[in-house]
């Protein structure tokens, strides 16, 4: 979908984000462990002061500064994120009114809330999503021109931000998150199942920002770039502070000198996080202007959860035994809400081999949408493995497909118009892959060329919603010769 | 960078677990087994800066008498992270009993970060010239426990290190460790060389069993 930062990406091989905010208030008087988002009620001059040098070095686009200003961090801070948003927006407004150059778009910041997710921690998912939305609310209103979700290391959190601001928003939404050496966030999330997730959801470019410096930071883009087909983001770090006195070490030349190898991998959006100041920018500037970005190569389909990533090619190992089917334990402890005993089972088909996990709790009596969420949250509290949500009901297919952290299968649509209708467009908004059964409402077609003619139904049916055909696994039901 | 099953403790391992003198050898082994399996899961990450006392806004009269000739602190955060976290939870299903030993043996593992931290950070000033005073933790005595969001704060830990701090005061990752050590110059007839009990500091000397059993936390 066209918007404005495919227009600027269209119009440059390179767009070029600012550099850090927080260490360049810092040398004008924020004190470490201040807040650079009370800061700004302070001292909006000095912040538009940061963003001119921002824009005179080059950059495309400026990052309000905004980025802890969400209801739970500024708490007992006496003031709120509206107020906080309002005054970092008329700042970047300031300088990008004045200047001579092509006019900045202006990002709405958004960080980490600063808590842990369940189960790590105790903010629930929903409250998350509602803390994101107060703020894409208030930057939406005051014209933001897209929204930048930065430093994150819980998928969870990125993924209630991204479906925040898909739903509740307009605006272009930009995401990274912050990896370790070993290609991991601190929740153990993998830059590949990351950049999978997010793409998934319809972000429009991903990628990674602080953590490291950019040297480090090579091999993690190059697994993003080898995962989606997204402008991939950089934006790293001038190197690590000195615990003696907050100095980062990289000067900007050698900052820019590291920056520019990201261009062989595909970066379209370069910038510098943590101790990157204008001069670090500028020689970014001018290191990629004689380069182009590497065509990106299509990623291979792949499924995953937040640690772990599935090829989608080959022979897979599906555990199909948390299904209430034929089942009378498992029908008693869904009646039972008895999450234990489908968390065991889980655990079981793990322990024996199962690379993906299919999950259905339907039967009369029971609140299936809710006992969806719940079991996959849980069991995605104990199990790394990707999940397959198993379900007639589009409202249990949407519990399950929101609360899952990854990318899963939808199991399944058929031939029938109107369950395709209800389901793909599910399918689609959480980046699902999903399973046809070549039968419609007259049943299973005895010849192999009907089954295909319903095949076809159902792909012509996904592509026609933005479902990308690798994302479209058919099942041609092979029955049993006893069934026959 | 990675522990080794002989950096954790498992003397304190078997104390967390509530175990008095020699344990019985089922235990003996449950407690080895649990810490082999956390300096497998333990990911290590840790951050510390160095701040004037002045620009520091401690309060408690315990904190204040530690700091005692100070003018300079460093501040500490160190954490097993949170990947062990999941296994954990899984293991409290399968086998609970092992659960618990690898919970204990986690604690003993952010112990022993912690602990390796401090010995860096102490040969990096003692290089200088400079002694450090012992680990005094937001909670001991009268340093109120409110102090780990300005610490965390301080130290950008959410950014560095994945830590941060719940609303009640509690450190998320759950297995992690935060505290001050004060900067002392080692000049000669001023200097106070570190101590290692805090002991007589903690508002759990009284009930404390692992210290009657004659093991020092290292707190």
Redesign the interface.
Known sequence: MENKLTRLLARKPFVLLDGAMGTMLQKEGLKPGERPELFVLQHPEKVTAVHRQYLESGSNILYTCTFGASRRKLANSGTDPQTVIRAAFAAARQAADGFAGERPLLALDIGPIGEMLYPAGMLRFEEAYALFKEQLLAGAELGADLVVFETMTDLGELRAAVLAAKECTNLPVVATMTFEAGGRTFTGCSAAAMARTIEGLGADALGVNCSLGPDALLPIAREIAASTSLPLVVKANAGLPDPRDGSYSLTPALFAQQMAAFAECGMRLAGGCCGTTPAHIAALRDALAPLAPAPQPKPAPAFCSATRILPAGGVHIIGERLNPTGKKQFQQALLDGDIDYILDQGLEQAGAGAELLDLNVGMPGVDEPALMRQAVEELQSVLSLPLQIDSSDPAAIEAGLRAFHGVGIVNSVNGDAETLEKILPLVKKYGAFVVGLTLDSAGIPKTAAERLAIARRILDAALSYGIPREKVLIDCLTLTVSAQ | MKLTPVQISLEETCAYLGCRGTPPPALARQAAEAVRMAAELARP?T?????ALA?LPLSGRDIAAHLAGCRRAVLLAATV???A??TL??LF??DPAAAVALDCALGAAAEAVCVRLSEEIAADYAARGESLTPRFSPGYGDFPLSFQE?LL??L?A??R??L?V??DGLL??RKSVTAVMGILKNTAGTARQPERSGCRDCPRYEACHIRKEGILCGK
Do not use: K, N, Y
């Not at chain 2, 951050?47 to 701040?51: A, C, G, T």
């Open positions: 990450r951050v510390w800066r160095e701040f620009d992270g949170q990947e976290e999941r939870r899984a299903r399968t300005e704060a301080r950008d959410g950014r290190i994945g941060t719940s609303p998320l990752p």
